[in-house]
């Protein structure tokens, strides 16, 4: 049997983080996951993830971005790793048009009023001024934009990784290939009875993405829907014209409802292709039987429907497309507390899709609030019980 304070569940964006943070502290700490992360089975892949420091999905989230920020840079120092590229990040609407997003109406106006509460640096930008900064993006000249230059992206796979070489260097134990079947309280513990060993820790951090529900079950598992999203690479004609700087990162709504929108990123040196994608919520799923091939008709549209016209010299071929998992909560809001049924279990999950900005403070707030019973920043808002009338 493995034996540990605190055993944490799943090691993708979340888990990672909080291993990582709870090795800081000098915690005797063991990460599990059914698979070998960094890798693409869950919600924490694909080479980049957008990273914006003024939220418009709620003021309650820039502390733990401008955190991240701040812990990112930490972790390149300690692993001399490049883990976030600070290109900019440019967020497009069509100008007097409130589209909304992640749940949130008129997501462009809440996103500048979030930068003008917390300081963040930003510029507002007309459809003339963005075609003349970003040449790469085929205007109609009705966009309007908001532009922040500490913006940009992150390298999941190198965040996840980086953390968990640190975790282990640090004393931590990682177990991978290994799923936890149940858990359940053994007198002054927690017991996981798993497919290989099981663990006993005096408490459990359930990091799981998409498999959360299902392991907590109860309102959780009502709660935290699984939804299949698509990441799609189109090749370019000129690299150059999308090389980070000279193109952001980006959130483009081109129409009045949610689902005209796209986001995507700058080319990676020697891609000669461009990574975009959509999001849907309209199909839930379950991640054991997930169908992770993507059909080219999917790709056909994404292209006809987001990317035709508006990036320059993009190709309809795609050059290729993953699938990934979103596990999200009815309103796009997160879940992370000490559960009220049973104080020796912390929910860091789920994300709804827009987590991956947020997880270096993340797992630094879970670990505070495991160890020393409060985290320094504020996790009030992202509580499971706000969902339960709806459930």
């Known amino acids: 049997m493995i034996r540990a304070d605190i055993a944490v569940i799943g090691l993708g964006a979340m888990g990672a983080a909080t291993l990582?943070?709870?090795?800081?502290?000098?915690?005797?700490?063991v990460g599990i996951d059914r698979y070998a992360p960094p890798h693409s089975l869950g919600s924490s892949h694909g080479e980049t993830r957008i990273t914006r420091l003024a939220v418009g999905e709620g003021q309650e989230y820039a502390p733990l971005v401008i955190r991240s920020h701040q812990l990112w840079r930490q972790l390149e120092a300690e692993t001399d790793e490049a883990l976030l590229e600070a290109c900019g990040f440019?967020?497009?609407?069509?100008?007097?048009?409130?589209?909304?997003?992640?749940?949130?109406?008129?997501?462009?106006n809440k996103t500048i009023g979030v930068a003008q509460?917390?300081?963040?640096?930003?510029?507002?930008?007309?459809?003339?001024?963005?075609?003349?900064?970003?040449?790469c993006f085929g205007l109609t000249g009705e966009e309007e934009g908001y532009f922040e230059p500490?913006?940009?992206?992150?390298?999941?796979?190198?965040?996840?990784?980086?953390?968990?070489?640190?975790?282990q260097a640090l004393g931590a134990r990682v177990v991978t290939g290994t799923r936890v079947l149940t858990m359940r309280r053994d007198g002054g513990a927690m017991l996981l009875e798993t497919d290989a060993e099981p663990v006993l820790a005096d408490q459990v951090v359930v990091a799981a993405g998409a498999w959360a529900g299902g392991l907590i079950g109860g309102l959780a598992q009502q709660v935290l829907v699984p939804r299949r999203q698509v990441l799609h690479w189109f090749a370019v004609e000129d690299e150059a014209a999308y090389a980070p700087g000279a193109c952001p990162s980006y959130i483009w709504m081109?129409?009045?409802?949610?689902?005209?929108?796209?986001?995507?990123?700058?080319?990676?040196p020697g891609s000669g292709t461009v990574k975009v994608a959509s999001e849907q919520y309209a199909s839930a799923c379950d991640p054991d039987t997930v169908d992770r091939a993507v059909d080219p008709a999917n790709s056909a549209a994404m292209f006809a429907e987001h990317v035709r016209g508006r990036l320059t010299g993009a190709r309809a071929q795609p050059s290729r497309a993953e699938s990934c998992l979103y596990t999200v909560t009815p309103d796009s809001n997160f879940v992370i507390e000490r559960l009220a049924e049973e104080e020796r279990v912390i929910l860091a999950s789920p994300c709804s899709g827009h987590g991956f900005k947020h997880s270096a403070a993340i797992g630094e707030a879970i670990a505070q609030l495991a160890v020393r019973g409060k985290p320094e920043l504020d996790l009030s808002a992202f509580r499971l019980a706000n969902y339960a009338p709806a459930a």
């Open 150 to 167: 500490d913006g940009g992206f992150v390298y999941p796979e190198r965040c996840i990784a980086a953390q968990l070489r640190r975790a």
């Open 20 to 29: 990582y943070q709870l090795a800081r502290m000098g915690v005797s700490a």
């Open 117 to 135: 509460r917390h300081g963040i640096a930003h510029e507002t930008l007309d459809a003339a001024q963005i075609a003349a900064r970003f040449p």
């Open 254 to 268: 081109h129409g009045a409802r949610p689902e005209d929108y796209f986001y995507g990123f700058p080319s990676l």
């Open 90 to 108: 440019l967020m497009m609407a069509p100008r007097g048009v409130h589209t909304g997003h992640h749940g949130k109406t008129d997501f462009l």
